[in-house]
């Protein structure tokens, strides 16, 4: 698996990739079974990407192919000649107009969307944009609250009781057993604005990450910690992706039936909706078989303030 983020340029000239890619393989996955394995039960392999990949993309969390020097030995190098087939995806744009997509990471089983509750403010429309794109690429959004203490009581969870989100609460005093078991031997994405306090919670997590952690600025918004993403193996089995910080979550690559089919319990009613329904109920689609479902209307005002967040570009919605 991928642990580091391959940023590098492609040289026109011969499609190497100008630094180095931190990769991780099993112990009984072909490695020489001489070489220095990690406490984890894994060795670090570093390794380039090979001419022939081109501009494939390669991104944190995929499952590589390797050949040449495996033994993870202090000045070896390997090739990545081949790119797994990502079983889930993290997507985004720079905005809703941007034709650019960009993989954040692969094979996330989680995704943990952290918000502080202070200091900087929180957004719904970041949390319910980072939700659209979790159940669209095929990952599980967990809610992590921190700086709690700073904002005293708050109905900010409430805004998603209905789409059944798992919300923990991981500030610097809070314990950390719960995050732990929701963790444990899963491959969880971090994702969040700067300066709520992802670094933090990735250091009390994993000890000898030593991620950088910085303040928030005088106008409430964090200042970039985290360069690039990278993934650490946790004490006790699992991974987490700690990420950059995020200022824009732009979903320019996701449909509304790509949100829809992420609930199971909605999907099948849409075959019945009428060819160009968006799903957001009258007065827009007046015949949207959403509003038939019995039993369902709760949760289908909150997927469609899921849709809304979708439809919108909005700064505050974006982080900007």
């Given at each position: 698996m991928l642990t580091d983020e391959v940023d590098a340029e492609v040289s026109e000239a011969d499609g190497a990739v100008t630094s180095d890619v931190g990769a991780t393989a099993g112990s009984d996955g072909g490695v020489n079974p001489g070489?220095?394995?990690?406490?984890?039960?894994?060795r670090r392999v570093v390794a380039m990407r090979a001419r022939e990949l081109g501009r494939t993309p390669i991104v944190v969390g995929d499952n590589v192919d390797l050949v040449g020097d495996l033994s993870g030995r202090p000045?070896?190098?390997?090739?990545?000649?081949?790119?797994?087939?990502?079983?889930?995806?993290?997507?985004?744009?720079?905005?809703?107009?941007d034709p650019f997509e960009r993989v954040v990471v692969g094979n996330a089983e989680q995704?943990?969307?952290?918000v502080a509750l202070a200091d900087p403010p929180p957004r719904t429309g970041f949390v319910e944009r980072a939700m659209v794109a979790a159940y669209a690429g095929g990952l599980q959004p967990?809610?992590?609250?921190?700086?709690?203490d700073l904002a005293g009581e708050s109905e900010f969870a409430s805004e998603f009781t209905d789409l059944d989100l798992t919300i923990v609460h991981g500030g610097r005093d809070d314990p950390l057993e719960p995050i732990r078991e929701l963790l444990h031997d899963k491959l969880t994405a971090l994702l969040g604005h700067s300066g709520v306090g992802k670094s933090t919670l990735v250091n009390r997590l994993v000890p000898d990450a030593d991620r950088a952690v910085g303040e928030v600025s005088g106008v409430g918004k964090g200042r970039h910690t985290s360069t690039q993403s990278v993934a650490l193996s946790l004490p006790g089995g699992g991974w987490v992706i700690d990420?950059?910080?995020?200022?824009?979550?732009?979903?320019a690559h996701i449909t509304v039936d790509d949100l829809i089919h992420a609930f199971a319990d909605l999907s099948d009613a849409i075959e019945d909706c009428p060819r160009g329904c968006t799903h957001l109920g009258p007065?827009?689609?007046?015949?949207?078989?959403?509003?038939?479902?019995?039993?369902?209307?709760?949760?289908?005002?909150?997927?469609?303030?899921?849709?809304?967040?979708?439809?919108?570009?909005?700064?505050?919605?974006?982080?900007?």
């Open positions: 070489a220095p394995a990690t406490p984890d039960g894994y000045d070896s190098l390997a090739r990545i000649v081949r790119v797994a087939e990502r079983r889930t995806v993290l997507r985004r744009t720079a905005d809703d107009t995704l943990f969307i952290v967990i809610l992590c609250l921190t700086k709690h990420t950059p910080g995020v200022r824009s979550f732009g979903l007065p827009a689609d007046p015949e949207c078989a959403l509003d038939e479902l019995p039993g369902k209307q709760r949760r289908v005002a909150a997927v469609r303030l899921l849709l809304v967040a979708l439809k919108s570009n909005d700064s505050w919605s974006t982080g900007g």
